[in-house]
């Protein structure tokens, strides 16, 4: 884990209420699909914490992170021009995707495909058979649809509201997909709380989101229950969780 003020390469808006971030981090090697680091642009205690986010991509010396603005810190990151610095932690999350079997699902909702394209990346790599799934609301909540449809990955795209895609939700596709086909999942809570009652046919793994003062273990800000009633810190003990051993 490391504690360091990043150069800004890149921030612009890629979508109605979406940034794509990019900075420069010289360590890219041990960053794996389902890290995430706490990001803090602004001086003062207001935001009081650091906020977190999914590494979506990284290069050879820097890391890209997709973000909704969606309140102050987001907003105040909004502001950061290309030069400046943005204090960064991480990498973070000792629980990450697994990389085992052939045939990978990701289903991501709105921006949480943003933690599930350097997955996506690190299997193809591998590899993998991988088919994407990826949804929204509406048109505008697909920000990362330009990279999907770049990434040359097999997918395909619902909106809640037909605007885009297939009128329905990524949930939608799974009955198409036998059970051979391990799924990853990473959206809002009531799709993967929906996706929980859904799939017991298959082998799932979750990535959780969940409000986060530190990030690695110490505030218990995070925490969810396992299935055998343990508290479980999703930064620590996560952030991805097999979907039968977490209540959320
Ligand atoms: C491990 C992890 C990875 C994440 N990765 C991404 C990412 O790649 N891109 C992205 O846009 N967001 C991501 N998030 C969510 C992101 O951290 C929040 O959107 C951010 O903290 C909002 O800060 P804010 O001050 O702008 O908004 P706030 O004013 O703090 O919150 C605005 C709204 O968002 C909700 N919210 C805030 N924090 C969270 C949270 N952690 N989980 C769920 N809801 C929250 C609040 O309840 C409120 O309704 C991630 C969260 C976690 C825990
Ligand atoms: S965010 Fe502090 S323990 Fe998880």
């Not at 990362?144 to 509201?161: A, C, P, V």
């Not at 605007?163 to 799709?191: Q, T």
């Not at 298959?202 to 530190?214: D, I, N, Q, R, T």
Request: net charge positive; glycine share 12%.
């Amino acid at each position: 884990m490391r504690d360091l003020e990043c150069k800004v390469l890149k921030n612009q808006r890629v979508g109605a209420y979406t940034y794509l971030m990019e900075v420069e981090f010289p360590y890219t090697e041990s960053i794996l699909p389902g890290h995430f680091f706490m990001v803090r642009s602004w001086d003062g205690l207001d935001p009081l914490s650091r906020r977190a986010f999914a590494v979506a991509d990284k290069g050879k010396d820097s890391l890209v992170f997709y973000y909704d603005v969606v309140g102050r810190a987001t907003t105040l990151m909004a502001k950061l021009r290309e030069g400046e610095r943005v204090s960064i932690l991480g990498p973070l999350g000792k629980n990450l995707f697994p990389l085992e079997g052939e045939k990978h699902l990701l289903l991501g909702g709105g921006i949480g495909l943003s933690g599930l394209s350097l997955l996506a990346k690190e299997l193809r790599r591998l590899g993998k058979e991988v088919f994407v799934c990826y949804g929204a609301r509406s048109s505008q909540g697909l920000a990362m649809k330009e990279w999907l449809k770049n990434s040359g990955l097999n997918h395909r795209i619902f909106t809640d509201d037909g605007s885009e895609g297939e009128k329905g939700s990524v949930l939608d596709c799974l009955k198409d997909f036998g059970k051979e086909w391990i799924v990853h999942a990473c959206g809002p809570k009531a799709m993967l709380r929906a996706l929980q009652g859904m799939a017991e046919d298959k082998k799932v793994y979750l990535s959780l989101e969940a409000p986060m003062a530190c990030g690695w273990g110490v505030c218990l800000g995070c925490v969810v229950r396992s299935k055998d009633g343990k508290f479980l810190r999703v930064c620590y003990e996560g952030p991805v969780f097999d979907f039968q051993e977490v209540v959320f």
